[in-house]
């Protein structure tokens, strides 16, 4: 059964972009592009969702997710209750079923939900009232389906087309659950060419399975790319043993001007945030011409509005 | 039934007749989408208007949104003018319950504050729930619940309203 779609094939949760139908994800592409608009208006609000009730359940910290999910919900004139909760290592399943259980309590209508554990957000969507949604907002290393659907939304006012794309997803894969986001919307809507690029100790074994090239070396991966995709080196894969330094990363995996030039001339560089300058992106790369990363922050809140609009039609019917 | 509905081009022509001793040059034509947007764009050529066409998706103002769910193709509203202080001329084709025109009031007011808005359709059909009626109508007829009067547009650009 598929949790995350209704009977008649709508939107009931969003989980995850593994098996979402491409129709869905371009009906939520769709419906962003008619959000896009919204924030350059007298009154940056339509009244969708007023009376509404949206919790932004964070069990992991977040800037950027979380205010562009409370924009988002804002901009829809939803009613929007931010919940920063501190995992400590007590917190366990049951926990976390009381929290939302006390919020359904308070009459939410969905949920926003951030959590270090893979599958959190699946969990609750298993457990809550019939008239209540979820969102996940990152969970573990599995998913972050808005970031994924935001990211193909940057691609397609690009490039248009998805048909006739070369995209390369360069950098620790293995512990990125928007890499997965990506590789599964990118292979649903029909890219021909998808590319991992990283080291080998940051790329998931057998991830060839998923539908990818795998490189191990940045001028043959980005070589033709239409679309280079940095993703986050986060600082603790440091102390570990799968890299040696900073310096060192940067020097073969970073993006630098230079090893830009090898991909199209007018391909684009992204970033889900928050950048490590120097380590996987150059400053001259992030701040320069090909850089779409500030636009995929707007980008995300149309988005993230047309998600939570199209699950609040579905919630009521 | 059908045979009785006049034509939708002779019916437009009428609308314009009515509207051009009211029209200012300063005036907005905005038309609501799908039927609304074709008569205004007919209406635009007719009358002339040398200001930029306006069109509207309710689809995010509409007040069964909580019952049927968002309109699977929504096309992005495109007002390309400020309508702060300027007389609208609003344009369906079909007036029914009035909750279209309620919505696209709403959404107009939070593009701006216009000076006046004033409501051309097509058909009115009658079956009102909302202090709502047209300053021109091209044709004012009474249909039972139970029945839609539509206007559809065939490929070469013309005009049919059917009643089924």
Redesign the interface.
Known sequence: MNLQLTEDG?LRHLLTLDGLPRAIIM?IL??A??????GE???K????LRGKSIFNLFFEPSTRTRTTFEIAAKRLSADVVNLNIATSSQTKGEAILDTVDNLAAMHADMFIVRHSQSGAAHFIAQHVAPHISVVNAGDGRHAHPTQGLLDMFTIRRYKGEFHNLTVAIVGDVLHSRVARSQIHALTTLGVPEVRVIGPKTLLPTGVEQMGVKVFHDMEDGLAGCDVVIMLRLQNERMKGARLPSAQEYFKFFGLTPEKLALAKPDAIVMHPGPMNRGVEIASEVADGPQSVILPQVTYGIAVRMAVM??L???G?? | MHASLPDANTLIARLADAIAPTLTPDTLIVGIHTGGVWVAERLHGLLQCAQPLGTL?I???RDD??????H??????NLPFDL?GRAILLVDDVLHTGRTVRAAM??L????RPASIRLAVLVDRGGHELPIRPDFAGLTITVPDHQNINLSRLDDGHLTLTLA
């Not at chain 1, 592009?33 to 919204?38: A, K, N, T, Y």
């Not at chain 1, 609000?45 to 969708?48: M, N, S």
């Not at chain 2, 007011?109 to 701006?112: H, T």
């Open positions: 709508r009906q769709d419906t592009e008619s959000f896009m608009d919204v208006r007298e009154v609000k339509v009244p969708l609009a199209m609040a039609g579905t009521n019917a | 998706d689809s995010f103002y949104f909580s019952r049927i769910g968002l699977p193709q929504v096309k992005p509203s702060e709403n959404e007011f939070d593009y701006g």
